[in-house]
């Protein structure tokens, strides 16, 4: 029961930060260290993320080499300006042809 206890708290926790920040005065948001701040974090979330669940499996460290490649696929498309959906295609169909390749 524990567990619940935890996700509930989470739930409130996050309404409470969305609810500050619509609560939160327009001089405040409109500061230009609060606007980079809102800027970075998703950009540096995203990164985190990706790193993760590309480079881990069972919590520890573990470099596998098609999720690599589908990674490096996609940074290729987005160096070409591709749209979004041509990177998530351009990452999966290497992904997939990287695993089928080495087993």
Do not use: N
Request: charged share 10%; proline share 5%; hydrophobic share 65%.
């Amino acid at each position: 029961m524990t567990l619940w206890w935890a996700i509930a708290a989470l739930c409130a926790g996050c309404y409470a930060l969305k609810l500050s920040g619509l609560a939160a005065p327009r001089w405040v948001l409109e500061h230009p260290v609060v606007r980079r701040f809102a800027e970075l974090v998703p950009v540096a979330l995203l990164a985190a993320l990706i790193a993760v669940q590309t480079f881990t499996e069972a919590g520890e460290l573990h470099v596998d080499p098609a999720r690599t490649a589908g990674l490096a696929a996609a940074v290729v498309a987005l160096l070409l300006r591709a749209p979004f959906l041509a990177v998530l295609f351009a990452a999966a169909a290497v992904t997939a042809l990287a695993r089928l390749l080495l087993g």
